[in-house]
Each structure stands twice: as C-alpha cells, then as structure tokens.
C-alpha cells in the first residue's frame, strides 16, 4: 500500500475522531500520572465554566470540590504505587466544581492507559444536572397527582355514601347508587392505570438513561484511547499498531451506529410512525441481498447456509420490515457464536403462510431467561458481556405484529437457538403502528 495513501487516510481517521471528541456533549478529559490536565475538550471545558486552554497543563484538582481535591493525588500516588482500584474502571457519581465555584452532580467514568513509557488516565464527563431535576420534578409531580387522586376518591366516597344514605327506600333511588357505585370503581381504576403507566413511563426513562450512558461509554472510551496511541505510533515499522487501533475505532463508532439505529427503531414504534408499504418481491432475492449484508460481520471461519424448500411464490409484504427483523436475527445469531459455526437461514411454506428459520449454534439461552427475552432492554445473563441494547429482539416482534406475522424459539444453553418466523404471503392491512401496552413474551 502506497505510504502516501496510508498518511491520508490516518490523518484524514485522525482529523474525523478529532472531529467526534471536539463535537461530543459529554466532557472528555486526559491526565498524566502526577494529575495534570493533558487534553480536554470542549464540551468538558463548557462543563466546568472553562476556556480548554485554561485547563491544559493544570492540576485536575481545580475541578473538584473539598476534601476530594486534596485526596486526589494520594489516591493516584497509592494506586501507582499498590494497583488499589476505587475509581478507576468504575463509574460513579460524583460532585464538580465550575469556576465560579458552583458545585453540580456528575457521573464519572474513569479508565487507564498504559503507554511505553508512561501511564495515561482518560475520564468521561456527563452532566446530571437535569437528570436530577427531571427526576425531582417527576416525585413531586407523581406526589401532586397522587394526593388529586386520594381527595378525588374521598370526595366520591363521600357522594356515594350521601346517595346510600338518602335513596335506600326506594328502589329506583336504590338502582342509581348501584350505579354510582360502579361508575366510581370504573374511575378508580383508569387513574389507577394511569398511575401505573406514568410509574412505567418513568421506569422506561431511567432504564434508558442508565443503559444508554453505559453502552456509549464503552465505545467512546476506545475511540479516545486508541485515538491517543495512534498519535504516538509515528514510525513506519508500527504500521501494524496504528492500523489495529483504526480498526478499533471503526468499529466502536459501528457499535454506536447500530445503538443509535435501535433507539430510532424504538421511538418511532412508540410514536406510532411506523407506516407499511407492501410491495411484491422474491424471498429467494431477499435471501441473496441478505447474505452479502451479514458478510462483512461474519466471525473468522462461519458459514451461513441458506436453503429453501420448495416453490415459494412472490409475496406481497413491507420488504423493508421484513428484511431489517431478518437481518436482526441473523446479526444475533453472528454475534453470539464462535468462530468456525454454522447458522442456517431458511425459507419454506407452511400451508398458505410464509415460515423463515434461523438457527445458530450459539451460546443458546438459558431456561430461567427465555420467558423475558422480547422484553424491552432485557439481557439474558449469559450475554451481559456481549455488546448490545437489548431492544433487537423486541423490535422484531413487533414488526411482526405490525406484518401480521409472529415468531417462536427453541434454544438450549450451550448448543444454540432457533427462532421460526411465520407470515401471510400478503398483508393484507397497511396498519401502522403496535399498541404501547404489547412489551411481553410471545407464548413459545
């Protein structure tokens, strides 16, 4: 390769993460061994109430409040020194102190990088500030309704008990408190759901908040690092390193891309803004586009094998949905195999209903998991520590529905997993989107 195109084209990778880090909306910051401030950028900058050349060079501890500045550098001095871990590696929340002495909550994500000749500590920053006050809104807010809806029911209670009091003897009089009754009990139980959908709406937002803060971490956090030794790797004979740590980067930010695409998914199906368009296709041409989209995913030494069994006609479907719940499946079962297995994506009828296999021999999943595994956000304890959202097999569901189709599995842990796709081989209702309420398991 041309020495000339390979200089491009990391300068032009190191320009584009410069780019990420300079645009980035949590503060990102680098220290040397003694707490000294090497890089920051803006966003990190705007956080504390500074100007980034302000900080370079300066002692991390001008952004902590007393007495955690004056503990900083002991705690950095004995870590050196004995390897005792209590912030790094681990994300916490913490106090900052802006430069006009304002102090405001923080969640502090800390990481090590050791380099030849020295070590190199990268912090993420993200402001909790209005996460804080969301939330103390949220229990004042979920305190107000609640007391509306307690001096509502005494209020009713007391109408009921006038009308028990007033109309007992006579039995049309008798009819209307029965009534009453029953129209209070009705009422009682829509605030009742209502309560119970703010409590889940509320729930959904923090689970979201939570995971999405740790799913970007991780990739960000490689982007900076590796970012950081590239710039260092400036010989030619450490082409390999700098073309290792460029890979690295790729794919976090494919990592990102396809949290993000989760998240859009996800809204717009809650939004109701998913529209079909059927149009007639090939499932057989499907199957070809399909194989070159999961290629490049592929682990070292898998096989995707498609077959398909017997005549299938052109069929009549959102081509776009259907493909992007195949993809979903076929990704996962790339994602949670080993190198060198075997996945099978096949295409058959069954009486007048399209069927689609996939199957894996996969890590499968475990029995006490699979009765959540459609839930939203829900990681089967086996994959914790595999890269995810949560929300892929949720998403397909509920495309499905939207199709008209539906989908069942069968999986043993440690030998792999099989979901069975059924469909109509024609919409017939260009719906749009799923009631909120549908979030559970589909029957196996």
């Known amino acids: 390769m041309d020495d000339q195109f390979i200089y491009e084209s990391l300068a032009e990778a190191a320009l584009q993460l410069q780019a990420i880090i300079d645009t980035a909306i949590d503060g990102i910051i680098t220290i040397d061994e003694r707490g000294i401030i090497d890089m920051i950028n803006p966003a990190g900058a705007r956080l504390f109430g500074y100007e980034p050349p302000e900080l370079v060079g300066k002692s991390i501890n001008m952004l902590m409040p007393e007495p955690y500045s004056e503990q900083h550098d002991e705690y950095i001095q004995r870590y050196l020194k004995t390897g005792e871990a209590k912030i790094i590696g681990i994300g916490r929340e913490a106090l900052g102190k802006k430069k006009d002495g304002t102090l405001f909550s923080i969640r502090l994500a800390v990481s090590e990088v050791r380099l030849s000749n020295r070590r190199m500590f990268i912090g993420i920053v993200h402001d909790l500030t209005e996460v804080k006050e969301a939330n103390k809104r949220f229990r004042e807010l979920n305190e107000e309704l609640e007391n509306k809806v307690k001096a509502r029911t005494e209020e009713l209670a007391r109408v009921v008990n006038q009308l028990l009091n007033t109309n007992k003897q006579l039995k049309h009089e008798v009819r209307e408190r029965e009534a009453a009754e029953r129209a209070l009990k009705k009422q009682e139980k829509k605030i009742r759901k209502a309560l119970e959908r703010e409590k889940e709406l509320s729930e959904l937002k923090s689970r979201f908040v939570s995971m999405a803060s740790h799913e970007f971490r991780t990739p960000l956090s490689t982007i900076s690092s590796s970012a950081s030794l590239i710039a260092r790797y400036t010989r030619e004979d450490q082409q390999d390193k700098r073309l290792k740590h460029v890979h690295r980067i790729k794919s976090a930010v494919e990592n990102l891309t396809s949290i993000l695409n989760d998240f859009l998914s996800l809204s717009r199906l ?112 086996n994959a914790l520590n595999i890269q995810g959202t949560g929300l892929g097999l949720n998403i397909v569901l509920r495309y499905l529905e939207i199709l008209g189709g539906d989908i069942h599995f069968e999986s043993e842990e440690g030998k792999g997993t099989t979901f069975v796709v059924k469909l109509p081989l024609r919409q017939e209702q260009t719906t749009l989107a799923l009631s909120r309420e549908k979030d559970q398991t589909k029957p196996q």
Request: net charge negative; glycine share 8%; with cysteine.
């Open 270 to 381: 809650e939004e109701g803004k998913i529209e079909t368009t059927p149009t007639e296709f090939s499932m057989e041409d499907l199957c070809h586009e399909l194989e070159g989209d999961v290629h490049g995913m592929m682990k070292p030494g898998q096989q995707l094998l498609v077959e398909k069994e017997g005549d299938i006609p052109p069929v009549f479907l959102d081509r776009h949905l259907l493909k992007n719940t195949l993809l979903n499946l076929l990704s996962n079962a790339i994602k949670y195999s080993e190198e060198g297995k075997r996945i099978w994506l096949k295409i058959g009828l069954e009486g007048q209903r399209l069927r689609i296999l996939v199957r894996d021999e996969g890590i499968g999943i475990p029995k006490s998991d699979q009765q959540h595994l459609f839930m939203r956000f829900f990681r089967a304890k």
